[in-house]
């Protein structure tokens, strides 16, 4: 089982970037993917999870109407595109099946001017 998270780096506030988690070893169309991030000082935090099929979505509080997760079955990836960053948002990113509870080793993000 895999889960590579890729697409961190460094952003400036108000800036743009797009998280991808390559997924392997398991059955990925029939797990609940999730992001979550930990920055640094705190504790793992959900961002954001999606569907199996990808209809219904849900987000955390402070990143909804700035982040949107999304998947590709026939990829086996799911996706954070995060827009509108803030310096609050720097963390690592991990990628998360939900119903397997797999992770990846995860992605940084940084967002600082």
């Known amino acids: 089982v895999q889960l590579v998270e890729s697409g961190g780096g460094l952003a400036q506030p108000g800036g743009s970037l797009r998280l991808s988690c390559a997924a392997s070893?398991?059955?990925?169309?029939?797990?609940?993917m999730a992001w979550y991030r930990q920055a640094p000082g705190k504790e793992r935090e959900w961002v954001a999870h999606?569907?199996?099929?990808?209809?219904?979505?849900r987000y955390t509080d402070s990143v909804r109407g700035r982040f949107i997760i999304s998947r590709d079955n026939d990829k086996s990836t799911v996706y954070l595109q995060m827009d509108s960053l803030k310096s609050e948002d720097t963390a690592v990113y991990y990628c998360?099946?939900?119903?397997?509870?797999?992770w990846g080793r995860g992605t940084q993000v940084t967002v600082s001017s």
């Open positions: 070893g398991f059955t990925f169309r029939r797990s609940v």
């Open positions: 998360n099946s939900v119903n397997a509870g797999y």
């Open positions: 999606i569907s199996t099929v990808g209809d219904i979505t």
